[in-house]
Nanobody, 128 residues
Framework: QVHLEESGGGLVQAGGSLRLSCAAS???????????VGWFRQAPGKEREFVAA????????LYADSVKGRFASSRDNAKNIVYLQMISLKPEDTADYYC??????????????????WGQGTQVTVSS
């Protein structure tokens, strides 16, 4: 079982940058470096959508078309943290951002239902 906590959200102007962090605590079972991690976001009044995913080793990543070239995910397994670096932010990036963990660790998936563990989210607001 994995407990996830996001941080790093905030208010930023369009064109600005933010780095989100997803810190993991292992309650039981396999170590965090066994899990693939996904990032999702949910804007007010909209459904939750896929943003990015990274495998257990960090060697492979997957991005939604809307963020490709602007967002990058990485991880530090020694610290049990996954990052989402966001640059060139747009007002349409405004949302609550969530990280989620899934096994097996080499699974890159955009499907919300594939993920077993979720954080509580961090809010990102991009002003125009």
């Amino acid at each position: 079982q994995v407990h996830l906590e996001e941080s790093g959200g905030g208010l930023v102007q369009a064109g600005g940058s933010l780095r989100l962090s997803c810190a993991a605590s292992i309650v039981s079972g396999r170590p965090f470096n066994s899990y693939a991690v996904g990032w999702f976001r949910q804007a007010p009044g909209k459904e939750r959508e896929f943003v990015a995913a990274i495998t257990f080793s960090g060697e492979r990543t997957l991005y939604a078309d809307s963020v490709k070239g602007r967002f990058a995910s990485s991880r530090d397994n020694a610290k049990n943290i996954v990052y989402l670096q966001m640059i060139s932010l747009k007002p349409e990036d405004t949302a609550d951002y969530y990280c989620a963990a899934v096994l097996p660790g080499n699974l890159l998936t955009f499907m919300i239902g594939d993920y077993n563990y979720w954080g509580q989210g961090t809010q990102v607001t991009v002003s125009s």
